[in-house]
Protein backbone atom coordinates (compact mmCIF):
# COMPACT_ATOMS: atom_id res chain seq x y z
CA UNK A 1 0.00 0.00 0.00
CA UNK A 2 1.70 3.73 -0.88
CA UNK A 3 1.57 6.44 0.84
CA UNK A 4 -1.36 7.99 -0.12
CA UNK A 5 -3.50 5.20 0.00
CA UNK A 6 -2.57 4.60 3.74
CA UNK A 7 -3.22 8.31 4.05
CA UNK A 8 -6.81 8.05 2.39
CA UNK A 9 -7.52 5.16 4.93
CA UNK A 10 -6.14 6.95 8.04
CA UNK A 11 -7.70 10.65 7.01
CA UNK A 12 -11.08 10.57 5.84
CA UNK A 13 -13.34 14.09 6.33
CA UNK A 14 -16.94 13.85 6.72
CA UNK A 15 -19.84 16.00 5.13
CA UNK A 16 -23.37 15.07 6.31
CA UNK A 17 -25.89 16.17 4.71
CA UNK A 18 -29.49 15.91 6.35
CA UNK A 19 -32.38 15.51 3.25
CA UNK A 20 -35.27 16.05 5.25
CA UNK A 21 -34.77 12.81 8.12
CA UNK A 22 -36.69 13.06 11.16
CA UNK A 23 -33.70 13.93 12.83
CA UNK A 24 -32.74 10.36 14.38
CA UNK A 25 -30.11 9.15 12.19
CA UNK A 26 -28.49 12.55 12.52
CA UNK A 27 -28.22 12.64 16.39
CA UNK A 28 -26.77 9.33 16.30
CA UNK A 29 -24.18 10.12 13.55
CA UNK A 30 -23.30 13.47 16.18
CA UNK A 31 -23.28 10.91 18.91
CA UNK A 32 -20.29 8.85 17.16
CA UNK A 33 -18.67 12.55 17.63
CA UNK A 34 -18.92 12.36 21.34
CA UNK A 35 -16.17 11.04 23.88
CA UNK A 36 -18.06 7.70 23.88
CA UNK A 37 -17.65 6.66 20.10
CA UNK A 38 -14.69 9.06 19.38
CA UNK A 39 -14.38 8.77 15.90
CA UNK A 40 -11.03 11.25 15.71
CA UNK A 41 -9.31 8.03 17.02
CA UNK A 42 -9.47 7.03 12.53
CA UNK A 43 -8.87 10.58 11.81
CA UNK A 44 -12.57 11.17 11.07
CA UNK A 45 -13.30 14.93 10.78
CA UNK A 46 -16.48 16.03 10.64
CA UNK A 47 -16.60 19.44 7.34
CA UNK A 48 -18.78 21.71 7.26
CA UNK A 49 -17.77 22.35 3.42
CA UNK A 50 -18.13 19.44 0.88
CA UNK A 51 -14.84 20.66 -0.64
CA UNK A 52 -12.61 19.32 2.17
CA UNK A 53 -14.67 16.27 2.19
CA UNK A 54 -14.15 12.70 1.07
CA UNK A 55 -16.89 11.20 2.55
CA UNK A 56 -20.83 12.02 2.28
CA UNK A 57 -23.32 10.42 4.26
CA UNK A 58 -26.38 11.62 3.76
CA UNK A 59 -29.53 11.02 5.90
CA UNK A 60 -33.43 10.94 5.10
CA UNK A 61 -35.43 10.31 1.54
CA UNK A 62 -34.68 12.37 -1.67
CA UNK A 63 -36.97 14.66 -2.94
CA UNK A 64 -38.01 17.05 -5.28
CA UNK A 65 -36.50 19.79 -3.44
CA UNK A 66 -33.71 18.30 -2.12
CA UNK A 67 -32.42 17.16 -5.46
CA UNK A 68 -30.57 19.56 -6.73
CA UNK A 69 -28.85 20.89 -3.66
CA UNK A 70 -27.81 16.87 -3.37
CA UNK A 71 -26.58 16.58 -6.86
CA UNK A 72 -24.89 20.00 -6.32
CA UNK A 73 -23.19 19.48 -3.25
CA UNK A 74 -21.93 15.88 -4.45
CA UNK A 75 -20.72 17.53 -7.45
CA UNK A 76 -18.56 19.53 -5.30
CA UNK A 77 -16.79 16.91 -3.71
CA UNK A 78 -13.34 16.02 -5.17
CA UNK A 79 -12.19 13.05 -6.57
CA UNK A 80 -12.13 10.11 -4.97
CA UNK A 81 -15.41 9.82 -2.80
CA UNK A 82 -17.60 7.86 -1.22
CA UNK A 83 -21.40 8.23 -0.71
CA UNK A 84 -22.72 6.53 2.37
CA UNK A 85 -26.83 6.59 3.02
CA UNK A 86 -27.43 6.23 6.34
CA UNK A 87 -30.74 5.08 8.16
CA UNK A 88 -34.08 3.31 6.18
CA UNK A 89 -35.12 6.48 4.44
CA UNK A 90 -32.06 6.84 2.82
CA UNK A 91 -31.90 3.97 1.52
CA UNK A 92 -34.87 3.11 0.02
CA UNK A 93 -37.12 5.93 1.32
CA UNK A 94 -38.15 3.79 4.34
CA UNK A 95 -41.34 4.93 5.86
CA UNK A 96 -42.26 7.81 2.71
CA UNK A 97 -41.64 4.76 0.36
CA UNK A 98 -43.89 5.47 -2.79
CA UNK A 99 -45.02 8.85 -1.11
CA UNK A 100 -46.04 10.97 -4.28
CA UNK A 101 -43.27 13.63 -3.26
CA UNK A 102 -40.45 11.55 -2.30
CA UNK A 103 -38.35 10.25 -5.78
CA UNK A 104 -37.01 7.21 -3.44
CA UNK A 105 -33.23 6.52 -1.95
CA UNK A 106 -30.70 8.85 -2.59
CA UNK A 107 -29.24 6.41 -5.14
CA UNK A 108 -32.12 7.98 -7.37
CA UNK A 109 -30.34 11.33 -7.19
CA UNK A 110 -26.50 10.34 -6.58
CA UNK A 111 -24.82 7.10 -7.16
CA UNK A 112 -24.37 5.87 -3.54
CA UNK A 113 -21.23 3.08 -2.36
CA UNK A 114 -22.44 1.86 0.82
CA UNK A 115 -25.92 1.76 2.56
CA UNK A 116 -26.61 1.95 6.28
CA UNK A 117 -30.13 0.65 7.12
CA UNK A 118 -31.82 0.80 10.80
CA UNK A 119 -34.35 3.68 11.65
CA UNK A 120 -32.47 5.19 13.70
CA UNK A 121 -29.03 3.54 12.42
CA UNK A 122 -27.06 2.79 15.58
CA UNK A 123 -24.00 4.53 15.97
CA UNK A 124 -21.64 1.11 15.64
CA UNK A 125 -23.55 0.52 12.05
CA UNK A 126 -22.62 4.02 11.16
CA UNK A 127 -18.85 3.76 11.87
CA UNK A 128 -19.02 0.32 10.33
CA UNK A 129 -20.11 1.77 7.19
CA UNK A 130 -17.85 4.35 7.07
CA UNK A 131 -15.27 1.91 7.37
CA UNK A 132 -16.80 -0.44 4.90
CA UNK A 133 -16.36 2.77 2.58
CA UNK A 134 -12.77 3.90 3.50
CA UNK A 135 -11.90 0.22 0.85
CA UNK A 136 -14.07 1.65 -1.41
CA UNK A 137 -12.10 4.93 -1.10
CA UNK A 138 -8.81 3.76 -1.56
CA UNK A 139 -10.09 1.19 -4.36
CA UNK A 140 -11.59 4.42 -6.47
CA UNK A 141 -8.05 6.70 -5.49
CA UNK A 142 -6.01 3.65 -7.08
CA UNK A 143 -8.37 4.07 -10.36
CA UNK A 144 -7.91 7.77 -10.34
CA UNK A 145 -4.51 7.35 -10.43
CA UNK A 146 -3.99 5.04 -13.49
CA UNK B 1 27.08 24.87 11.30
CA UNK B 2 27.47 26.20 7.94
CA UNK B 3 24.85 28.21 6.30
CA UNK B 4 23.54 25.90 3.88
CA UNK B 5 23.09 23.33 5.93
CA UNK B 6 20.99 26.14 8.33
CA UNK B 7 19.44 26.50 4.71
CA UNK B 8 18.52 22.32 4.48
CA UNK B 9 17.31 22.59 8.47
CA UNK B 10 14.88 25.02 7.82
CA UNK B 11 13.52 23.91 5.03
CA UNK B 12 13.56 19.79 4.84
CA UNK B 13 13.02 19.47 9.09
CA UNK B 14 11.16 22.75 9.61
CA UNK B 15 7.71 21.47 8.41
CA UNK B 16 7.53 17.94 10.25
CA UNK B 17 8.40 19.65 13.45
CA UNK B 18 5.25 22.08 12.85
CA UNK B 19 3.31 19.14 11.92
CA UNK B 20 3.73 17.43 14.93
CA UNK B 21 2.89 20.37 17.06
CA UNK B 22 0.02 20.12 15.22
CA UNK B 23 -0.47 16.20 16.22
CA UNK B 24 0.46 16.93 19.86
CA UNK B 25 -2.25 19.47 19.97
CA UNK B 26 -4.96 17.19 18.68
CA UNK B 27 -3.62 14.60 21.23
CA UNK B 28 -3.93 16.72 24.03
CA UNK B 29 -7.15 19.00 22.95
CA UNK B 30 -8.83 14.72 22.31
CA UNK B 31 -7.46 14.20 26.09
CA UNK B 32 -8.88 17.23 27.51
CA UNK B 33 -12.29 16.62 25.94
CA UNK B 34 -12.15 12.99 27.46
CA UNK B 35 -11.38 11.31 24.32
CA UNK B 36 -8.25 9.12 22.74
CA UNK B 37 -7.75 11.23 19.76
CA UNK B 38 -6.02 10.96 16.27
CA UNK B 39 -2.67 9.36 16.33
CA UNK B 40 0.22 12.05 16.68
CA UNK B 41 1.61 11.70 13.28
CA UNK B 42 -2.41 12.43 11.67
CA UNK B 43 -1.38 15.72 10.42
CA UNK B 44 0.70 13.89 7.96
CA UNK B 45 -1.91 11.76 7.00
CA UNK B 46 -4.26 14.50 6.14
CA UNK B 47 -1.68 16.27 4.27
CA UNK B 48 -1.04 13.56 2.26
CA UNK B 49 -4.37 12.24 1.33
CA UNK B 50 -4.84 16.30 0.27
CA UNK B 51 -2.04 15.79 -1.85
CA UNK B 52 -3.99 12.81 -3.63
CA UNK B 53 -7.18 15.21 -3.95
CA UNK B 54 -8.42 15.79 -7.40
CA UNK B 55 -7.46 19.25 -7.72
CA UNK B 56 -10.93 21.80 -8.49
CA UNK B 57 -10.12 25.32 -9.37
CA UNK B 58 -12.58 27.91 -8.41
CA UNK B 59 -10.23 30.58 -10.32
CA UNK B 60 -7.71 30.22 -12.47
CA UNK B 61 -5.50 32.25 -10.80
CA UNK B 62 -6.42 31.07 -7.06
CA UNK B 63 -3.21 27.84 -8.08
CA UNK B 64 -0.37 31.28 -7.53
CA UNK B 65 -1.20 32.57 -4.11
CA UNK B 66 -0.95 29.56 -2.00
CA UNK B 67 1.98 28.96 -3.89
CA UNK B 68 3.36 32.79 -2.52
CA UNK B 69 2.33 32.11 0.81
CA UNK B 70 4.07 28.44 0.89
CA UNK B 71 7.14 30.48 -0.63
CA UNK B 72 7.21 33.53 1.65
CA UNK B 73 6.67 31.53 4.61
CA UNK B 74 9.41 29.44 3.68
CA UNK B 75 11.59 32.12 3.30
CA UNK B 76 10.70 34.10 6.65
CA UNK B 77 11.84 30.60 8.29
CA UNK B 78 15.70 30.38 6.16
CA UNK B 79 16.26 34.38 6.61
CA UNK B 80 15.27 33.46 10.56
CA UNK B 81 18.02 30.36 10.14
CA UNK B 82 20.48 32.29 8.67
CA UNK B 83 20.46 35.17 11.16
CA UNK B 84 19.22 37.86 9.39
CA UNK B 85 17.65 41.10 9.82
CA UNK B 86 14.34 40.67 12.01
CA UNK B 87 12.35 43.44 10.86
CA UNK B 88 12.26 42.20 7.75
CA UNK B 89 11.37 38.62 8.64
CA UNK B 90 8.29 39.69 9.71
CA UNK B 91 7.69 42.21 7.61
CA UNK B 92 8.10 39.16 4.85
CA UNK B 93 5.90 37.10 7.25
CA UNK B 94 2.95 39.78 7.23
CA UNK B 95 3.35 39.59 3.19
CA UNK B 96 2.73 35.56 3.03
CA UNK B 97 -0.35 37.05 5.20
CA UNK B 98 -1.39 38.85 2.35
CA UNK B 99 -1.09 36.34 -0.08
CA UNK B 100 -3.59 33.89 2.14
CA UNK B 101 -5.97 36.82 1.95
CA UNK B 102 -5.73 37.34 -1.63
CA UNK B 103 -6.22 33.47 -2.15
CA UNK B 104 -9.45 34.13 -0.30
CA UNK B 105 -10.18 37.47 -2.04
CA UNK B 106 -9.98 36.04 -5.43
CA UNK B 107 -12.95 33.74 -5.75
CA UNK B 108 -16.67 35.12 -5.23
CA UNK B 109 -17.81 32.89 -2.49
CA UNK B 110 -19.47 34.41 0.45
CA UNK B 111 -17.92 32.05 2.93
CA UNK B 112 -14.36 32.70 1.06
CA UNK B 113 -14.75 36.86 1.24
CA UNK B 114 -16.00 37.04 4.73
CA UNK B 115 -12.93 34.50 5.51
CA UNK B 116 -10.43 37.00 3.84
CA UNK B 117 -11.97 39.96 5.30
CA UNK B 118 -11.85 38.71 8.83
CA UNK B 119 -8.13 37.49 8.27
CA UNK B 120 -7.14 40.93 7.20
CA UNK B 121 -9.24 42.14 10.50
CA UNK B 122 -6.29 39.44 12.65
CA UNK B 123 -3.54 40.81 10.41
CA UNK B 124 -4.29 44.22 11.92
CA UNK B 125 -4.59 42.71 15.46
CA UNK B 126 -0.94 40.88 15.34
CA UNK B 127 0.89 42.71 12.75
CA UNK B 128 1.47 46.12 14.94
CA UNK B 129 2.58 43.76 18.02
CA UNK B 130 5.28 41.93 15.77
CA UNK B 131 6.85 44.99 14.95
CA UNK B 132 6.67 46.57 17.97
CA UNK B 133 8.44 43.23 19.39
CA UNK B 134 11.16 43.84 16.84
CA UNK B 135 12.01 47.11 18.05
CA UNK B 136 11.47 46.07 21.72
CA UNK B 137 14.63 43.78 21.25
CA UNK B 138 15.82 46.17 18.72
CA UNK B 139 16.00 49.03 21.99
CA UNK B 140 17.66 46.17 24.15
CA UNK B 141 20.30 44.53 21.75
CA UNK B 142 20.88 47.49 20.02
CA UNK B 143 20.93 45.40 16.38
CA UNK B 144 17.96 44.17 14.33
CA UNK B 145 19.92 41.04 13.10
CA UNK B 146 19.12 37.67 14.69
CA UNK B 147 22.73 36.79 15.08
CA UNK B 148 23.57 39.47 17.56
CA UNK B 149 20.24 38.74 19.28
CA UNK B 150 21.30 34.87 19.23
CA UNK B 151 25.02 36.19 20.99
CA UNK B 152 22.76 37.88 24.26
CA UNK B 153 22.07 35.75 26.59
CA UNK B 154 18.61 35.55 27.75
CA UNK B 155 16.37 38.44 26.80
CA UNK B 156 12.84 36.97 28.89
CA UNK B 157 13.96 39.01 31.88
CA UNK B 158 13.99 42.26 30.65
CA UNK B 159 11.77 41.76 27.80
CA UNK B 160 9.11 39.84 29.34
CA UNK B 161 6.26 42.45 28.87
CA UNK B 162 7.38 41.95 24.91
CA UNK B 163 6.89 38.39 25.18
CA UNK B 164 3.71 38.74 26.59
CA UNK B 165 2.23 40.41 23.57
CA UNK B 166 4.22 38.07 21.31
CA UNK B 167 1.68 35.22 23.37
CA UNK B 168 -1.38 37.42 21.24
CA UNK B 169 0.15 37.54 18.31
CA UNK B 170 0.84 33.96 18.64
CA UNK B 171 -2.42 32.82 19.65
CA UNK B 172 -3.90 34.62 16.64
CA UNK B 173 -1.27 33.11 14.19
CA UNK B 174 -2.33 29.56 15.58
CA UNK B 175 -5.96 29.94 14.79
CA UNK B 176 -6.94 29.44 18.50
CA UNK B 177 -10.16 30.00 20.58
CA UNK B 178 -10.43 33.03 21.55
CA UNK B 179 -9.20 34.80 18.42
CA UNK B 180 -10.18 32.15 15.47
CA UNK B 181 -12.40 34.34 14.01
CA UNK B 182 -11.29 34.16 10.38
CA UNK B 183 -10.40 30.18 9.99
CA UNK B 184 -10.75 27.40 12.73
CA UNK B 185 -8.57 24.11 13.02
CA UNK B 186 -10.56 20.89 12.83
CA UNK B 187 -13.85 20.08 14.02
CA UNK B 188 -15.32 23.55 14.81
CA UNK B 189 -16.08 26.06 12.31
CA UNK B 190 -16.26 29.53 11.36
CA UNK B 191 -18.74 30.38 8.59
CA UNK B 192 -17.98 27.21 6.51
CA UNK B 193 -14.32 27.49 6.53
CA UNK B 194 -13.35 30.75 6.38
CA UNK B 195 -10.50 31.77 4.66
CA UNK B 196 -10.16 27.92 3.87
CA UNK B 197 -12.99 27.78 2.12
CA UNK B 198 -11.88 27.48 -1.47
CA UNK B 199 -9.07 25.77 -1.00
CA UNK B 200 -9.43 21.88 -1.41
CA UNK B 201 -7.41 19.25 -2.16
CA UNK B 202 -3.81 19.57 -3.32
CA UNK B 203 -3.64 23.65 -3.02
CA UNK B 204 -5.38 23.13 0.85
CA UNK B 205 -2.12 21.20 1.06
CA UNK B 206 -0.29 23.78 -0.01
CA UNK B 207 -1.60 26.25 2.73
CA UNK B 208 -1.64 23.69 5.36
CA UNK B 209 2.28 22.85 4.55
CA UNK B 210 3.08 26.62 4.88
CA UNK B 211 0.91 26.58 8.21
CA UNK B 212 3.25 23.99 9.28
CA UNK B 213 6.55 26.32 8.25
CA UNK B 214 4.57 29.35 9.91
CA UNK B 215 4.36 27.70 13.34
CA UNK B 216 7.99 26.43 13.25
CA UNK B 217 9.50 29.96 12.69
CA UNK B 218 6.87 30.88 15.85
CA UNK B 219 8.40 28.20 17.76
CA UNK B 220 11.88 29.24 16.48
CA UNK B 221 11.03 33.62 17.26
CA UNK B 222 9.41 32.27 21.01
CA UNK B 223 12.87 30.21 21.76
CA UNK B 224 14.81 33.43 20.71
CA UNK B 225 14.07 34.63 24.31
CA UNK B 226 16.26 32.12 26.00
CA UNK B 227 18.99 31.28 23.50
CA UNK B 228 21.65 30.33 25.77
CA UNK B 229 20.80 27.36 26.85
CA UNK B 230 19.19 27.02 23.76
CA UNK B 231 17.27 23.55 25.69
CA UNK B 232 15.79 26.65 27.96
CA UNK B 233 14.50 28.98 25.04
CA UNK B 234 12.40 25.60 23.54
CA UNK B 235 11.12 24.59 26.39
CA UNK B 236 9.70 28.40 26.89
CA UNK B 237 8.61 27.77 23.53
CA UNK B 238 7.12 24.60 23.85
CA UNK B 239 5.58 25.67 26.92
CA UNK B 240 3.98 28.60 25.30
CA UNK B 241 2.01 26.35 22.67
CA UNK B 242 0.56 23.82 25.47
CA UNK B 243 -0.64 26.81 27.38
CA UNK B 244 -2.08 28.28 23.51
CA UNK B 245 -3.76 24.59 23.38
CA UNK B 246 -5.28 24.80 27.30
CA UNK B 247 -6.47 28.30 26.07
CA UNK B 248 -8.11 26.93 23.19
CA UNK B 249 -9.83 24.06 24.93
CA UNK B 250 -11.40 26.67 27.73
CA UNK B 251 -12.02 29.64 25.68
CA UNK B 252 -15.04 30.45 23.59
CA UNK B 253 -14.83 32.60 20.16
CA UNK B 254 -14.64 36.26 20.70
CA UNK B 255 -16.24 38.69 18.12
CA UNK B 256 -13.66 40.60 15.88
CA UNK B 257 -13.67 44.00 17.84
CA UNK B 258 -12.91 42.53 21.03
CA UNK B 259 -10.01 40.64 19.35
CA UNK B 260 -8.70 43.91 17.97
CA UNK B 261 -8.86 45.87 21.48
CA UNK B 262 -7.76 42.69 23.48
CA UNK B 263 -4.88 42.20 20.84
CA UNK B 264 -3.90 46.39 20.65
CA UNK B 265 -4.59 47.32 24.18
CA UNK B 266 -3.23 44.32 26.29
CA UNK B 267 -0.84 42.54 23.86
CA UNK B 268 0.78 46.05 21.43
CA UNK B 269 -0.08 47.88 25.25
CA UNK B 270 2.60 45.36 27.20
CA UNK B 271 5.07 46.08 23.89
CA UNK B 272 4.54 49.29 23.80
CA UNK B 273 5.35 49.85 27.54
CA UNK B 274 8.50 47.76 27.83
CA UNK B 275 9.96 49.92 25.16
CA UNK B 276 9.12 53.17 26.89
CA UNK B 277 10.94 51.42 29.69
CA UNK B 278 14.05 50.55 27.97
CA UNK B 279 13.80 53.84 26.42
CA UNK B 280 13.76 55.54 29.81
CA UNK B 281 15.27 53.18 32.13
CA UNK B 282 17.95 51.13 29.93
Known amino acids: ?146 | MDAAAKIAVAILVAPWVGGLLKGIDRKLTARLQGRVGPPLIQPYYDLFKLLGKEQILATRHQMAWPAGFLSLTITSLVLLALGQDLLMIFLILGAAGVFLVLGALSVKSPYSQFGGHRELLQMFAYEPILLLVAFVIYKYVGSFMVEDIWTKKALLPHLWPAFIGLLFALVIKMRKSPFDIAASDHAHQEIVRGTFTEFSGPLLAVVELGHWYELAFLYCVLSLFWAHPLWAGALIALGSFLAVILLDNCAARLTYSLMIRLALGIGFGMAAINFAYLYIVG
Not at chain 1, 17 to 37: M, R, V
Not at chain 1, 71 to 97: D, H, M, S, W
Not at chain 1, 115 to 142: F, M, N, Q
Open chain 1, 1 to 146: MGIFDLARLKSPWLLHYDCGSCNGCDIEILAALTPLYDIERFGIVNMGNPKHADIFLVTGPANHRNKRVLRNLYEQIPEPKVVIAVGTCACTGGAFYKCPNILGGVDKVIPVDVYVPGCAARPEAIIDGVILGLRKLVEKGKKLRR
